[in-house]
């Protein structure tokens, strides 16, 4: 459920104008999921994914602050969809 179609790529990379969604100063290179892959329950969508630059994303993934946002973000989508 994870993967990322090319379609829903583009999107993330209009909305960013390649510009990392997070700081707002790096070259955004990679996409990062809000919600886990594994608690996807749907096919990836934009609104699951922010576009980052490597510094930020190793922020949200390995940092106890990033962690606890992107599980208020997935409670966020979550509540949205439903």
């Known amino acids: 459920m994870g993967d ?3 379609s829903v790529d583009k999107q993330l990379k209009e909305r960013s104008q390649g510009i990392c969604e997070a700081c707002e100063k790096a ?3 990679q996409r990062a999921h809000l919600t ?3 608690q996807i329950d749907h096919r990836t969508e ?3 994914l922010a576009h980052l630059c490597d510094e930020c ?3 949200l993934d ?3 602050a990033g962690i606890r946002f992107r599980r208020l973000a997935a ?3 979550s509540a949205a969809l439903k």
């Open 46 to 48: 934009v609104y699951d």
């Open 4 to 6: 990322i179609r090319d």
């Open 62 to 64: 390995e940092t106890e």
């Open 27 to 29: 070259r955004a290179t």
């Open 75 to 77: 409670t966020i989508i």
């Open 36 to 38: 886990g892959r594994k």
């Open 57 to 59: 994303h190793d922020l």
